[in-house]
T-cell receptor, first 118, second 111 residues
């Protein structure tokens, strides 16, 4: 499967614990996005990377959230001191970027990581 | 920031009928409008998109129209089939690095 992959697919944790999710984008895609999706809602933007640079971060993202993309390939999203309100599906998406305007913007989503905070 | 509203939240049609889902956006800087289909338990998948320099785009049974003046865009599905049943999301992008999604429309196509 050469699509976007995410790991783990499911995570159950206790309130107060730290969790880390991984996203592997499609090879050579230089744009990477993280979203949060709750039941019955559309994906909500969290953060954006252009290669290894984090260029945008939602104001909704508290200081407990941090994301990295150290080598411009895979990315990690860490949530510290989890709260029950963090329970959601965390989606990663990548897009080619570059100068090919016809397809540069197309986002390909991963299967998501479903987080349950008890 | 951008605000995307999507209607209706649920839509039920008979197989073979047409379905129309409408979205409005607030930021006139938005220039790219994709539509995604999400089946239960699966990832969102792009089905069609349109840029602000185009008023309409069609791909087989699916079409999208854009009215920049009124700041709204619509998804049209003709000759609906049971496999079209899913949740559909619209999105708007005012900047290349940020997408805003609607709240979704659950489409049910009755055989």
């Amino acid at each position: 499967d050469t699509g976007v992959s995410q790991d783990p697919r499911h995570k159950i944790t206790k309130r107060g614990q730290n969790v880390t999710f991984r996203c592997d984008p499609i090879s050579e895609h230089n744009r990477l996005y993280w979203y949060r999706q709750t039941l019955g809602q559309g994906p909500e933007f969290l953060t954006y990377f252009q290669n290894e640079a984090q260029l945008e971060k939602s104001r909704l993202l508290s200081d407990r959230f941090s994301a990295e993309r150290p080598k411009g390939s895979f990315s990690t999203l860490e949530i510290q001191r989890t709260e029950q309100g963090d329970s959601a599906m965390y989606l990663c998406a990548s897009s080619p970027g570059g100068v090919r305007l016809g397809s540069a913007d197309t986002q390909y989503f991963g299967p998501g990581t479903r987080l349950t905070v008890l | 920031g951008e605000n995307v509203e999507q209607h209706p939240s649920t839509l039920s049609v008979q197989e073979g009928d047409s379905a129309v889902i409408k979205c409005t956006y607030s930021d006139s800087a938005s220039n790219y409008f994709p539509w995604y289909k999400q089946e239960l338990g699966k990832r969102p998948q792009l089905i069609i998109d349109i840029r602000s320099n185009v008023g309409e785009k069609k791909d087989q049974r699916i079409a999208v129209t854009l009215n920049k003046t009124a700041k709204h865009f619509s998804l049209h599905i003709t000759e609906t089939q049971p496999e079209d049943s899913a949740v559909y999301f619209c999105a708007a992008r005012p900047y290349f690095n940020k997408f805003y999604f609607g709240s979704g429309t659950k489409l049910n196509v009755k055989p």
